[in-house]
């Protein structure tokens, strides 16, 4: 079973502050992303990655970076955290081909204070 | 705006009964098309999913089925049990986007005994 594992898997931060969420993979897939969960808006996609060192914006990159630093490894930023980036952030990774299934990580709960 | 839409947010069935959810897309070049199923505090897994090339595809207790000209596609369970008790996300995507799939806000499914 393919197998995606973020860290930390909860986090309070102060507004105005920098987080950085981690994502790692063993699934040896070429695509990564990172979504947000919000209570009403199901899952939206931030930023994806088809190839290390190369990231691509998704639907809301607002007040996100990201960075591909290895085919494994998927990281969010968020520079100057605001209350609205409250959220639980999931990892997934595809693999190629056509094969659009998503693995999915067991999600960071994220709270801006 | 959004290109998935799951227009009922909640859903309760009968065990033993048919449970039913609906998705709608507006993005005429979709042609996959998937239901994740997330319980909560977990990560959503893929239940099921079927290409465009395809009305219908059935696995065991699961049917999707999809209707091209209306933009719009459902997840049949039947003989629905207390298990099946979750939140049941729908996604699609187009070919070519590097599995850069939209989702809808998701549906609770409520399966009392």
């Known amino acids: 079973e393919a197998a995606v594992t973020q860290s930390p898997r909860s986090k309070v931060a102060v507004t105005g502050g920098k987080v950085t969420l981690s994502c790692h993979q063993t699934n040896n897939h070429d695509y990564m992303y990172w979504y947000r969960q919000d209570t009403g808006h199901g899952l939206r996609l931030i930023h994806y990655?088809?190839?290390?060192?190369?990231?691509e914006k998704g639907d809301i990159p607002d007040g996100y970076k990201a960075s591909r630093p290895s085919q494994e490894n998927f990281s969010l930023i968020l520079e100057l955290a605001s209350l609205s980036q409250t959220a639980v952030y999931f990892c997934?990774?595809?693999?190629?081909?056509?094969?659009?299934?998503?693995?999915f990580g067991h999600g960071t709960k994220l709270s801006v204070l | 705006g959004q290109q998935v839409k799951q227009s009922s947010p909640s859903l309760t069935v009968q065990e033993g009964g048919i449970s039913i959810l609906n998705c709608d897309y507006e993005?005429?070049?979709?042609?996959?098309f998937a239901w994740y199923k997330k319980y909560p505090d977990n990560s959503p897994t893929l239940l099921i999913s079927v290409r465009s090339n395809v009305d219908k595809r059935e696995d065991g207790r699961l049917t999707v089925f999809l209707n091209k000209s209306g933009k719009h596609f459902s997840l049949h369970i039947t003989a629905s049990q207390p298990e099946d008790t979750a939140v049941y996300l729908c996604?699609?995507?187009?070919?070519?986007?590097?599995?850069?799939?939209?989702f809808g806000k998701g549906a609770k499914l409520t399966v009392s005994p």
């Open positions: 996604a699609a995507g187009a070919r070519g986007t590097g599995s850069k799939l939209s």
């Open positions: 997934a990774s595809s693999d190629t081909g056509g094969n659009e299934r998503l693995f």
């Open positions: 990655s088809y190839v290390a060192d190369s990231t």
């Open positions: 993005n005429d070049m979709f042609d996959y």
